[in-house]
């Protein structure tokens, strides 16, 4: 089980913090990543992971203005997300091994 938890409405070129903590005994062998599902997307598409000993990974569009990062005492993930731009409007998705899910959070970017 993941609980996601820090969406909502920004204005452009401000911050926000998404927080997914897992429900589980074996945190530190997650994967996890965050997706996000713009509002005219088919598809999701992959924003940011991070493994059990804290290597991190960006996909490009978000590389310099998003940071991940976990706390595997709280079997949370963190991201914060600065800069943000119009473009970044999407629900966004905790995931956990490619296989668990989160429930997605709302973050509109809109001045």
């Known amino acids: 089980h993941l609980a996601e938890s820090g969406g909502g409405l920004v204005q452009p070129g401000g911050s926000l913090t998404l927080t997914c903590v897992a429900s589980?005994?074996?945190?530190?062998?997650?994967?996890i990543r965050w997706y996000r599902q713009a509002p005219a997307a088919n598809n999701r598409e992959w924003v940011a992971g991070i493994s059990g000993n804290g290597e991190a990974l960006y996909g490009d569009s978000v590389k310099g203005r998003f940071a991940i990062s976990r706390d595997n005492t709280k079997n949370t993930v963190v991201l914060q997300m600065n800069n943000l731009k119009p473009e970044d409007t999407a629900v966004y998705y905790c995931?956990?091994?490619?296989?668990?899910w989160g429930q997605g959070l709302l973050v509109t970017v809109s001045s």
């Open positions: 589980t005994t074996i945190f530190t062998e997650y994967t």
């Open positions: 995931n956990a091994n490619e296989v668990w």
